[in-house]
């Protein structure tokens, strides 16, 4: 096995419109791998694509198949009418509730384990978003600009959790935000 996954020469168009040309990059195993690029460039056609919900239109990729792939959508893709704490245990079924509860309270997620998500503000769904897919079991973590909507604050707890949770693991992370890059510690930094 490779110490990467190698994307090879993707390209995707919707009509008459390339959204991705040609691309080729590999992605270390084991570590954070940005995606920078304007709005409209195709990061999350990207994604998509490597996550198996798009086919490309030519070039391939190292097969994923095998990897478990864990997922923060730009939408927070959560069960509207679950509770905040089930929607974790989507994932999560295996760990202790005493377990999830405490990492709730680390994002700063109190009293609300057991409201349905359709009470929650925007930023604490996002949240749950993110503690979902970090609860997950996963060998590949896509994350397309997951702290989008946090107030500073929020945001900053919430990447040093997210930090923490990762490492050893491979993560392709998509962001504008240069504070992201910086805390990510993201080993490469691929532009679209």
Do not use: W
């Amino acid at each position: 096995m490779n110490d990467f996954i190698s994307v090879e020469h993707i390209s995707k168009c919707y009509g008459q419109k390339q959204v991705l040309h040609d691309l080729s990059f590999r992605i270390p195993y084991g570590r954070v791998t940005a995606i920078t690029a304007p709005s409209g460039a195709g990061k999350t056609t990207l994604l998509r694509i490597l996550l198996g919900l798009e086919a490309a239109d030519s070039g391939s990729f190292t097969e994923l198949e095998h990897l478990k792939k864990s997922a923060v959508f730009q939408e927070d893709r959560l069960c509207e009418n679950l509770t905040a704490l089930a929607n974790v245990q989507l994932v999560a079924a295996n760990k202790e509730r005493a377990t999830l509860l405490h990492a709730m309270e680390q994002l700063q997620l109190f009293d609300c384990a057991d409201k349905p998500v359709r009470e929650l503000s925007g930023g604490m769904k996002r949240r749950i978003a993110i503690l979902r897919a970090l609860s997950a079991e996963y060998d590949l973590l896509i994350l397309d600009e997951p702290f989008r909507g946090l107030d500073d604050a929020t945001k900053t707890i919430v990447m040093e959790y997210t930090k923490e949770k990762c490492k050893g693991k491979t993560v392709l992370f998509v962001t504008h935000d240069k504070t992201e890059l910086s805390a990510m510690n993201a080993v490469q930094k691929i532009s679209l």
